[in-house]
């Protein structure tokens, strides 16, 4: 009876203390998914990967064809034990970020009329609003450096609570629309308060939009907000899902941002939620790949 006791005491004490641990950002229990970190590497066209598992106030580097340090913007971004891919995550609050000059961009500086672009991450959402994922994409600076970009939704031109990919030649906005939308938009919509992947490619022609490694097409549809507009008396018709940008992609001077971009009166489109990886790739990975790497 006594040693029951003693058993009973030790593991309320070792509870408590994974307890305090947990809460405090040291959980034991957080391990990598290295199955998922190996087919990911191994995957063509690999440029990077953000694993996400360094402690707060520390550069996020990557792995891959190089490190690609990303700096905390607004604070602290607090890493959080759970995540599919190192098993940790980043916090994003609404108002914090993680940038990289574009100076250092190297091999995210993906550009040219024929280039291809997949952008993947792992997030859990709270769905209080839209945000971007990461890429480079810059609206304000020079009339706008937009290049690439994931985000999650893009309401004004048929977005709303979709996975949307962005691609922009120019940088500026898409005449005769006071913002770009060129964009693709997935038909399903991203789940709130729970782990999915969000993903989308470009091959030069088309931007497409993945959830869970599922692409989905859309009909060609009425556009939001663009009646009126010079030539568009009745609006805009266009299928968002594949999108048609043969354009290519230019080379506009973005930093590499994740969680949000820079707008007119300073950052903006932050992304509220968790992001537990984030991969970049400069070829467009099939809906099979995506689809391994969504497991």
Not at 218 to 242: H, S, V
Request: with cysteine; charged share 20%; aromatic share 12%.
């Amino acid at each position: 009876m006594i040693y029951k006791m003693i058993a009973n005491i030790f593991l309320t004490l070792f509870i408590s203390l994974s307890l305090n641990q947990a809460i405090n950002g040291q959980d034991l229990l957080s391990v990598p998914n290295n199955k998922l970190i190996s087919r990911i590497e191994s995957t063509n066209g690999f440029i990077a990967l953000w694993k996400f598992d360094e402690q707060a106030g520390q550069e996020r580097v990557a792995i891959g064809t190089g490190v690609f340090p990303l700096k905390e913007g607004n604070g602290k971004i607090k890493r959080i034990n759970e995540g599919p891919v190192s098993g940790y995550s980043i916090k994003l609050d609404g108002s914090n970020y993680l940038s990289l000059p574009n100076s250092m961009t190297g091999r995210l500086n993906i550009y040219g009329d024929q280039k291809e672009v997949t952008v993947i991450a792992w997030v859990k959402w709270t769905g209080d609003r839209g945000g971007f994922i990461g890429g480079m994409w810059n609206e304000y600076e020079e009339g706008g450096k937009r290049q690439y970009g994931l985000f999650i939704s893009l309401p004004h031109y048929n977005g709303a609570d979709q996975v949307c990919g962005h691609i922009s030649k120019t940088g500026k906005p898409t005449p005769p629309f006071p913002y770009s939308m060129d964009y693709s938009a997935s038909k399903q919509k991203v789940p709130k308060n729970k782990w999915c992947l969000v993903a989308f490619t470009y091959d030069g022609q088309y931007i497409k939009s993945y959830l869970n490694g599922k692409f989905k097409s859309r009909k060609p549809e009425l556009i939001n907000d663009t009646k009126g507009f010079e030539g568009y008396p009745q609006g805009l018709i266009q299928c968002k899902n594949p999108y048609y940008f043969p354009d290519g992609m230019g080379n506009n001077g973005a930093d590499f941002t994740v969680g949000a971009v820079l707008l007119k009166n300073g950052m903006g489109n932050f992304f509220k939620g968790l992001i537990g990886g984030l991969a970049v790739f400069d070829k467009t990975l099939t809906e099979k790949e995506i689809k391994k790497l969504a497991k």
